[in-house]
Protein backbone atom coordinates (compact mmCIF):
# COMPACT_ATOMS: atom_id res chain seq x y z
CA UNK A 1 0.00 0.00 0.00
CA UNK A 2 2.85 2.36 0.48
CA UNK A 3 4.79 1.82 -2.80
CA UNK A 4 1.70 2.44 -4.77
CA UNK A 5 0.56 5.54 -2.03
CA UNK A 6 4.55 6.75 -3.21
CA UNK A 7 4.44 5.67 -6.84
CA UNK A 8 0.59 8.04 -6.79
CA UNK A 9 2.91 10.91 -5.04
CA UNK A 10 5.47 11.03 -7.47
CA UNK A 11 3.24 11.10 -10.69
CA UNK A 12 1.45 14.03 -9.26
CA UNK A 13 4.66 15.80 -8.76
CA UNK A 14 4.89 14.74 -11.76
CA UNK A 15 2.03 16.48 -13.30
CA UNK A 16 2.62 19.48 -11.12
CA UNK A 17 6.00 19.89 -12.44
CA UNK A 18 4.41 19.45 -16.61
CA UNK A 19 1.69 22.23 -15.63
CA UNK A 20 4.71 24.59 -14.15
CA UNK A 21 6.32 24.03 -17.14
CA UNK A 22 3.88 24.06 -19.58
CA UNK A 23 2.67 27.68 -18.27
CA UNK A 24 3.73 31.02 -20.38
CA UNK A 25 2.75 33.72 -18.41
CA UNK A 26 1.89 34.29 -14.44
CA UNK A 27 1.20 37.97 -13.70
CA UNK A 28 -0.34 41.24 -14.65
CA UNK A 29 0.15 43.26 -17.52
CA UNK A 30 -0.98 46.73 -18.74
CA UNK A 31 -0.92 48.50 -22.61
CA UNK A 32 -1.72 51.10 -24.85
CA UNK A 33 -0.23 53.24 -27.49
CA UNK A 34 1.83 55.33 -24.71
CA UNK A 35 3.39 52.25 -22.22
CA UNK A 36 3.43 48.44 -21.53
CA UNK A 37 4.02 47.76 -18.01
CA UNK A 38 4.17 43.92 -16.40
CA UNK A 39 4.84 42.14 -14.04
CA UNK A 40 5.20 38.35 -13.21
CA UNK A 41 5.92 35.66 -11.72
CA UNK A 42 6.28 33.51 -14.70
CA UNK A 43 7.05 34.83 -18.09
CA UNK A 44 8.03 32.17 -20.60
CA UNK A 45 6.55 33.56 -23.78
CA UNK A 46 7.08 36.52 -25.86
CA UNK A 47 4.48 40.05 -26.07
CA UNK A 48 4.41 43.17 -28.14
CA UNK A 49 3.07 46.79 -28.08
CA UNK A 50 2.85 49.22 -30.68
CA UNK A 51 3.59 52.52 -29.42
CA UNK A 52 3.37 56.12 -31.91
CA UNK A 53 6.22 58.02 -31.42
CA UNK A 54 7.08 61.65 -32.86
CA UNK A 55 10.63 62.72 -33.77
CA UNK A 56 12.60 63.91 -30.32
CA UNK A 57 10.44 61.60 -27.70
CA UNK A 58 11.24 58.74 -25.48
CA UNK A 59 10.63 55.80 -24.21
CA UNK A 60 11.72 55.60 -20.45
CA UNK A 61 12.27 51.71 -19.62
CA UNK A 62 12.84 50.38 -16.23
CA UNK A 63 13.59 46.29 -15.89
CA UNK A 64 13.90 43.93 -12.88
CA UNK A 65 15.13 40.80 -13.40
CA UNK A 66 14.75 38.68 -10.55
CA UNK A 67 15.48 35.39 -12.41
CA UNK A 68 15.13 33.92 -15.97
CA UNK A 69 16.27 35.97 -18.81
CA UNK A 70 14.36 39.24 -20.44
CA UNK A 71 14.67 39.89 -24.26
CA UNK A 72 14.20 43.36 -25.53
CA UNK A 73 13.52 44.45 -29.34
CA UNK A 74 12.55 48.01 -30.51
CA UNK A 75 11.73 48.32 -34.00
CA UNK A 76 10.01 51.01 -36.40
CA UNK A 77 7.75 49.99 -38.86
CA UNK A 78 10.11 50.47 -41.67
CA UNK A 79 12.31 47.08 -39.95
CA UNK A 80 14.64 49.51 -38.38
CA UNK A 81 15.85 48.46 -34.68
CA UNK A 82 16.25 51.33 -32.32
CA UNK A 83 16.93 49.17 -29.27
CA UNK A 84 17.67 45.51 -28.77
CA UNK A 85 19.45 43.10 -26.13
CA UNK A 86 18.90 39.43 -25.37
CA UNK A 87 19.23 39.47 -21.84
CA UNK A 88 18.59 42.88 -19.75
CA UNK A 89 19.70 43.19 -16.80
CA UNK A 90 17.92 45.01 -14.18
CA UNK A 91 17.77 48.87 -14.59
CA UNK A 92 16.64 51.77 -15.96
CA UNK A 93 17.59 53.50 -19.36
CA UNK A 94 16.14 55.27 -22.37
CA UNK A 95 15.92 55.24 -26.06
CA UNK A 96 15.74 58.85 -28.34
CA UNK A 97 13.16 58.39 -30.98
CA UNK A 98 15.06 59.76 -34.10
CA UNK A 99 12.24 59.20 -36.42
CA UNK A 100 8.37 60.28 -36.46
CA UNK A 101 6.48 56.24 -36.66
CA UNK A 102 4.92 53.22 -35.17
CA UNK A 103 7.17 51.42 -33.30
CA UNK A 104 6.89 47.95 -32.11
CA UNK A 105 8.34 47.07 -28.50
CA UNK A 106 8.85 43.12 -28.38
CA UNK A 107 9.57 41.34 -25.55
CA UNK A 108 10.62 37.53 -25.06
CA UNK A 109 10.89 35.97 -21.62
CA UNK A 110 12.89 32.39 -20.87
CA UNK A 111 11.96 31.37 -17.18
CA UNK A 112 11.63 35.31 -16.17
CA UNK A 113 10.49 36.22 -12.77
CA UNK A 114 10.31 40.13 -12.61
CA UNK A 115 8.59 43.12 -14.03
CA UNK A 116 9.18 45.74 -16.73
CA UNK A 117 8.22 48.67 -17.61
CA UNK A 118 7.91 51.13 -21.24
CA UNK A 119 6.74 54.24 -20.88
CA UNK A 120 6.30 57.29 -23.90
CA UNK A 121 7.57 60.67 -23.18
CA UNK A 122 7.30 63.46 -25.53
CA UNK A 123 9.84 65.80 -25.91
CA UNK A 124 7.90 68.10 -23.78
CA UNK A 125 7.04 65.99 -20.79
CA UNK A 126 11.34 65.47 -21.00
CA UNK A 127 11.64 68.90 -20.68
CA UNK A 128 9.25 69.72 -17.76
CA UNK A 129 11.00 67.01 -16.23
CA UNK A 130 14.22 68.55 -16.68
CA UNK A 131 12.78 71.74 -15.65
CA UNK A 132 11.69 70.07 -12.61
CA UNK A 133 15.40 68.51 -11.69
CA UNK A 134 17.18 71.64 -11.80
CA UNK A 135 14.38 73.72 -9.70
CA UNK A 136 15.26 70.92 -6.83
CA UNK A 137 19.11 71.29 -7.94
CA UNK A 138 18.73 75.28 -7.40
CA UNK A 139 17.11 75.34 -4.43
CA UNK A 140 18.52 72.21 -2.53
CA UNK A 141 20.63 74.88 -0.53
CA UNK A 142 17.57 75.11 1.61
CA UNK A 143 18.22 71.90 3.28
CA UNK A 144 21.51 73.59 4.13
CA UNK A 145 22.54 74.45 8.12
CA UNK A 146 22.81 77.80 6.26
CA UNK A 147 19.25 78.51 5.63
CA UNK A 148 18.48 77.21 8.79
CA UNK A 149 20.45 79.41 10.50
CA UNK A 150 19.16 82.51 8.24
CA UNK A 151 15.45 81.61 9.60
CA UNK A 152 16.40 82.55 13.12
CA UNK A 153 14.74 85.61 14.48
CA UNK A 154 18.65 87.15 15.19
CA UNK A 155 18.61 87.45 10.93
CA UNK A 156 15.17 88.97 10.89
CA UNK A 157 16.37 91.47 12.74
CA UNK A 158 19.44 91.97 11.23
CA UNK A 159 17.36 92.52 7.91
CA UNK A 160 15.72 95.35 8.50
CA UNK A 161 18.23 97.28 11.06
CA UNK A 162 21.47 96.19 9.85
CA UNK A 163 21.90 94.50 6.50
CA UNK A 164 19.58 96.92 4.36
CA UNK A 165 21.53 99.63 5.81
CA UNK A 166 22.84 100.94 2.07
CA UNK A 167 19.24 100.43 0.49
CA UNK A 168 16.72 103.17 1.44
CA UNK A 169 12.70 102.90 1.44
CA UNK A 170 12.41 99.43 2.04
CA UNK A 171 9.04 99.33 4.09
CA UNK A 172 8.61 96.37 6.32
CA UNK A 173 11.87 93.80 4.26
CA UNK A 174 11.01 90.28 4.92
CA UNK A 175 13.09 87.05 3.87
CA UNK A 176 11.70 85.25 1.21
CA UNK A 177 13.13 81.41 2.07
CA UNK A 178 11.54 79.63 -0.40
CA UNK A 179 14.47 81.38 -3.20
CA UNK A 180 17.58 80.90 -0.76
CA UNK A 181 19.88 78.96 -2.54
CA UNK A 182 23.28 78.65 -2.92
CA UNK A 183 25.31 81.32 -4.76
CA UNK A 184 28.91 80.97 -6.65
CA UNK A 185 30.98 83.74 -8.53
CA UNK A 186 32.01 82.84 -12.22
CA UNK A 187 35.26 84.51 -14.19
CA UNK A 188 34.80 85.86 -17.59
CA UNK A 189 35.21 82.50 -18.91
CA UNK A 190 32.17 81.20 -16.93
CA UNK A 191 34.38 79.13 -14.39
CA UNK A 192 33.48 79.14 -10.98
CA UNK A 193 35.47 80.94 -8.41
CA UNK A 194 36.99 77.39 -6.51
CA UNK A 195 38.42 80.07 -3.47
CA UNK A 196 34.92 81.89 -3.07
CA UNK A 197 33.93 80.28 -0.17
CA UNK A 198 30.76 78.65 0.68
CA UNK A 199 28.12 81.34 -0.13
CA UNK A 200 24.55 81.92 -0.42
CA UNK A 201 21.68 83.60 -1.31
CA UNK A 202 18.61 84.96 -0.61
CA UNK A 203 16.13 87.35 -1.79
CA UNK A 204 13.57 89.79 0.05
CA UNK A 205 10.66 91.61 -0.58
CA UNK A 206 8.67 94.76 1.09
CA UNK A 207 5.62 96.19 0.95
CA UNK A 208 6.56 98.93 -1.00
CA UNK A 209 7.16 96.36 -3.85
CA UNK A 210 10.75 96.97 -3.39
CA UNK A 211 12.70 93.76 -3.61
CA UNK A 212 16.15 92.69 -3.63
CA UNK A 213 19.10 90.15 -2.50
CA UNK A 214 21.58 89.32 -0.14
CA UNK A 215 24.58 87.24 -0.78
CA UNK A 216 25.64 85.26 2.46
CA UNK A 217 29.20 83.94 3.78
CA UNK A 218 28.72 81.00 6.27
CA UNK A 219 31.75 79.45 8.32
CA UNK A 220 30.53 77.38 9.97
CA UNK A 221 29.34 78.58 13.35
CA UNK A 222 27.69 81.89 11.50
CA UNK A 223 26.51 84.14 8.66
CA UNK A 224 27.83 87.45 7.55
CA UNK A 225 26.78 89.60 4.35
CA UNK A 226 29.11 90.07 1.69
CA UNK A 227 26.63 92.40 -0.26
CA UNK A 228 22.82 93.34 -0.13
CA UNK A 229 21.64 95.02 -3.86
CA UNK A 230 17.67 96.24 -4.79
CA UNK A 231 16.46 95.04 -7.64
CA UNK A 232 13.85 95.69 -10.01
CA UNK A 233 11.94 92.74 -9.70
CA UNK A 234 12.11 89.14 -8.03
CA UNK A 235 15.34 87.19 -8.98
CA UNK A 236 14.55 83.41 -8.37
CA UNK A 237 14.06 80.63 -10.27
CA UNK A 238 10.53 79.96 -10.42
CA UNK A 239 9.69 83.46 -10.70
CA UNK A 240 11.53 83.60 -14.36
CA UNK A 241 10.87 79.87 -15.66
CA UNK A 242 9.37 80.28 -18.80
CA UNK A 243 11.79 82.52 -19.73
CA UNK A 244 14.41 80.10 -18.70
CA UNK A 245 12.64 77.35 -20.51
CA UNK A 246 12.99 78.80 -23.61
CA UNK A 247 16.46 79.84 -23.38
CA UNK A 248 17.63 76.66 -22.15
CA UNK A 249 16.14 75.01 -25.35
CA UNK A 250 18.99 76.06 -27.86
CA UNK A 251 21.62 76.72 -24.69
CA UNK A 252 23.38 73.80 -26.05
CA UNK A 253 23.56 71.96 -22.11
CA UNK A 254 22.38 68.50 -21.64
CA UNK A 255 19.43 69.13 -19.45
CA UNK A 256 19.57 65.51 -18.52
CA UNK A 257 22.79 65.66 -16.52
CA UNK A 258 22.74 69.96 -15.39
CA UNK A 259 22.47 71.34 -12.53
CA UNK A 260 21.10 75.04 -11.76
CA UNK A 261 22.92 77.66 -9.40
CA UNK A 262 22.79 81.06 -8.68
CA UNK A 263 25.73 82.88 -9.94
CA UNK A 264 27.20 86.12 -10.40
CA UNK A 265 29.12 86.46 -13.98
CA UNK A 266 31.87 88.85 -13.90
CA UNK A 267 31.71 91.70 -16.86
CA UNK A 268 34.37 91.48 -19.91
CA UNK A 269 36.35 95.07 -20.19
CA UNK A 270 35.61 96.29 -17.16
CA UNK A 271 31.86 95.95 -17.36
CA UNK A 272 29.50 95.29 -14.15
CA UNK A 273 28.80 91.95 -13.28
CA UNK A 274 25.79 90.43 -14.16
CA UNK A 275 23.35 88.45 -12.09
CA UNK A 276 21.73 85.23 -13.27
CA UNK A 277 21.99 81.65 -12.65
CA UNK A 278 24.24 79.41 -14.08
CA UNK A 279 23.67 75.95 -15.85
CA UNK A 280 26.10 72.95 -16.36
CA UNK A 281 25.83 69.71 -17.34
CA UNK A 282 28.26 66.70 -16.79
CA UNK A 283 30.30 66.98 -19.66
CA UNK A 284 31.10 70.41 -18.70
CA UNK A 285 28.73 72.35 -21.14
CA UNK A 286 27.73 75.67 -20.00
CA UNK A 287 24.94 78.48 -19.86
CA UNK A 288 24.73 81.40 -18.12
CA UNK A 289 20.95 82.93 -18.33
CA UNK A 290 21.12 86.49 -16.71
CA UNK A 291 18.46 88.35 -14.81
CA UNK A 292 18.81 91.79 -16.60
Not at 14 to 38: E, K, T
Not at 117 to 141: C, H, R
Not at 142 to 154: E, G, N, T, V
Amino acid sequence: MKKIICILGAMFAALLLMACNGLSFSGSRMGNGSQLIMKYSVFNTTDSQYFEMDQGDVIDADIVSDSGKLSVIIQSEDGETVYENEDVPTGAFQIEIKKKGIYKIKVTGKKAKGSLSFIKSTEQDTLEANLAALSNSYYEGQSSRACQMLQKSIFKKLLLNGWLDEISGMENARWNYDTFTRYTVLDRDLVPDEDQGELYCCTFSADNDKYGYIVISYSGDGLSKIRAVETPYLYDFLAERDQIKKELETSGVDLSTASARRAQALGEDGSDPAEGIYFTDSKGNHYFYSFS
